[in-house]
């Protein structure tokens, strides 16, 4: 086999000098490193996330924040949406191991064909990102406070994911809450066909009767936390994708005014694809950190 | 292939030493191609499966959970998603395929994680435990209403 054939070469003359003992080249080991040093920085998030979650008495279920699909309105569908955004993270990763093995076959309009596939791959996952945050921020929620029923959205501040309120505590906040807020409450979730303005001069009995015989949910409020690590973790996972993105283009226009082919060698693109392939391998986690568990 | 590269151009040691190659993996095209289609089905089959052990854990929770068989497949998951890692790592970053000591290099420090992870979960569950014994307000505000049993639920309403 090759691979023993190295191995054999390496034990006899790799360290004597002259030459790279990981046979290898210098920029490839230094991304390697880098990678490496990139993967504590998101180790070290993902477990300061574990360690504040594991304080916590209560921590909201994925399944519950993350149901929307955009175009599906109030379609109660847990994790389709961020399975489809991990699936694309595969594929562009698949169309990047062809985009270097072309290059290694120093074919240049494969590099060419699947270095943009990888790169509309990766505007596509940017793009589900940016519906998934709009989403969660814009979104507002029942949720108990003080006593009464607010509306709120996932932010850094706020957390409309805590337990499901019911029974007497719920018909108490129902009738301490402003007519204005169920009026909105029951306008976006189309249980009356009457309008806004109408629902809110409607007696507080009467709307808190429609509220409490839907199926909405009233929570309380949820550990803050959550807002902030999930917006940093993905944000900063997105800002890898993102320069992996900007990285695979000035590949793509590289490889178009022929700099690899005057060089010789497809090398870079090589240590363009280790760069992505660790922007889907830090998305494993993520996923499974955030979304699976 | 090594004789693509042009010693005058380019200091890689495949240039340098053209009797050692760069490229480790030398498969042809063919068998390149099956190999990647392999460990691409084989990374959709596995998140299949993390997302159908999702939904479990989402159907199981609408009812009365059963702690342990969560963290169970909560458990599966985990080892699932090291095995995807551990798929993308060696084939599509062809970490496999580099010398041993090189691979070391990347995967000791790596090791770090196993103290890393351990010591900091241990470390929040032990401020929880302290909080729920010392905080009675926090205990009493977070804790889940599952947690209590019904015996002890309507004798709390009665005391307020």
Redesign the interface.
């Known amino acids: 086999m090759?691979?023993e054939a190295?191995?054999n070469?390496?034990r006899t003359k790799?360290w004597s000098g002259g030459?790279?003992?990981?046979?290898?080249?210098y920029g490839k080991?230094m991304m390697?490193?880098f990678l490496?040093s990139d993967?504590?920085t998101f180790?070290?998030f993902l477990?300061?996330y574990?360690?504040?979650?594991?304080?916590?008495?209560?921590w909201p279920?994925?399944?519950v924040v993350f149901n929307a699909l955009p175009g599906a309105g109030h379609a109660n569908l847990?994790?389709v949406f961020v399975?489809i955004m991990?699936?694309i993270l595969?594929?562009s990763?698949?169309t990047?191991?062809?985009a270097v093995?072309a290059g290694?076959?120093?074919n240049k309009a494969d590099v060419q064909k699947w270095l943009l596939w990888t790169i509309i791959g990766g505007l596509a996952f940017l793009g589900c990102q940016a519906l998934e945050w709009h989403h969660l921020l814009t979104a507002e929620h029942a949720t108990l406070i003080d006593g009464k029923i607010e509306l709120i959205s996932q932010t850094t501040r706020h957390n409309p994911w805590g337990?499901l309120v019911h029974g007497p505590e719920l018909t108490a906040a129902l009738q301490n809450s402003s007519p204005e807020t169920l009026a909105t409450l029951i306008h976006e979730n189309h249980l009356s066909t009457a309008s806004h303005a109408e629902l809110a001069k409607m007696p507080v009995d009467q709307l808190a009767q429609m509220v409490s015989s839907s199926d909405i949910h009233v929570r309380e409020t949820g550990p803050v936390a959550f807002g902030g690590f999930f917006y940093g973790i993905t944000g900063f996972h997105g800002f890898h994708v993102f320069s992996g993105v900007i990285i695979n283009i000035v590949m793509l226009l590289m490889t178009r005014s022929n700099v690899f082919e005057n060089?010789?060698?497809y090398?870079m693109i090589e240590k363009a694809?280790?760069y992505w392939?660790?922007v889907?391998?830090v998305w494993?986690?993520v996923?499974?950190c955030f979304?699976?568990? | 292939?090594s004789n693509?590269?042009?010693p005058t151009?380019?200091?890689?040691?495949s240039a340098?030493?053209p009797e050692?190659s760069?490229?480790?993996?030398?498969s042809d095209?063919a068998e390149?191609k099956k190999r990647?289609k392999k460990t691409?089905i084989l990374?959709?089959v596995i998140?299949v499966i993390?997302?159908a052990?999702?939904?479990l854990?989402?159907f199981l929770?609408k009812g009365e959970p059963p702690y342990f068989f969560i963290l169970l497949l909560?458990g599966i998951?985990?080892i699932l998603?090291l095995a995807?890692?551990y798929y993308?790592?060696s084939v599509?970053?062809h970490?496999g395929?580099?010398?041993?000591?090189?691979i070391m290099?990347?995967v000791v420090?790596?090791a770090?994680?196993i103290w890393?992870?351990i010591a900091?979960?241990a470390?929040?569950?032990s401020?929880?435990n302290l909080?729920?014994r010392y905080d009675k307000h926090?205990?009493e505000t977070?804790?889940?209403?599952s947690?209590t049993t019904p015996a002890e639920a309507p004798a709390k309403g009665e005391g307020h």
């Not at chain 1, 030459?19 to 080249?25: A, C, D, L, M, T």
């Not at chain 1, 504040?52 to 209560?58: A, C, D, G, I, L």
């Open positions: 090759a691979h190295t191995v070469t390496h790799w030459k790279s003992p990981f046979n290898i080249e080991v390697w490193y490496m993967a504590f180790g070290a477990i300061s574990g360690t504040t979650r594991f304080s916590q008495n209560f279920d994925p399944n847990p994790l399975s991990t699936f595969i594929i990763s698949v990047m191991v062809l093995h290694h076959n120093r337990q060089k010789g060698h090398l694809g280790l392939h660790f889907d391998l494993v986690f996923f499974l979304y699976l568990i | 292939m693509h590269y042009d151009k380019d200091i890689s040691p340098a030493y050692v760069v490229h480790h993996h030398h095209d390149f990647v691409t990374l959709s998140t993390e997302l052990i999702g939904f854990i989402y929770h909560k998951v985990c998603t995807k890692a993308i790592v599509f970053m970490l395929d580099e010398i041993r000591n090189f290099t990347i420090p790596l770090l994680f890393f992870i900091f979960l470390d929040g569950q401020y929880k909080r729920n926090f205990e977070t804790m889940p209403s947690h």
